[in-house]
């Protein structure tokens, strides 16, 4: 996993974001603007406090979001890490020979600021999302 920089965020599967959001903001986080992107059918907002890593709250935006299946399967709780690469592609490629596989092409993400992202999922790693630094 060379080409893995930086932690960007944990991922949590949730069905309503301020419901989770609720008892972190009570505790002195902050949430972002709640992003729709449509791409990925989800719901996206951030929590942030200083000096705590960021949260990235992930809820079904209409039927069959990817993110049903994580909470069928898990309910609410972290299932990813994002990790900030440099060239996106050349990471997707190096991390499919290390037995990585892309659940999807990368593709501009309007929550990360239209830098391009990307799943991938490995059955001894589980699943981490890239970012492209620009």
């Given at each position: ?102 659940l999807f092409l990368p593709v501009p993400s309007v929550a ?6 990307c799943y991938l999922y490995h059955i001894d790693v589980g ?8």
């Amino acid at each position: 996993m060379k080409h893995l920089m930086q932690m960007d965020h944990i991922g949590y599967a949730v069905h309503d974001i301020g419901q989770t959001a609720e008892p972190y903001l009570k505790g002195g986080w902050t949430l972002s603007e709640v992003f729709d992107e449509k791409v990925q059918n989800a719901r996206i907002a951030f929590l942030t406090k200083p000096g705590m890593m960021k949260i990235e709250l992930v809820a079904p935006l209409e039927d069959k979001s990817p993110v049903d299946h994580v909470l069928e399967v898990q309910g609410v709780a972290p299932y990813h890490i994002c990790y900030v690469v440099e060239d996106i592609m050349r990471a997707v490629e190096d991390l499919f020979e290390e037995g990585f596989r892309p659940l999807f092409l990368p593709v501009p993400s309007v929550a990360m600021e239209n830098r391009k992202i990307c799943y991938l999922y490995h059955i001894d790693v589980g699943t981490i999302e890239l970012v492209s630094k620009e």
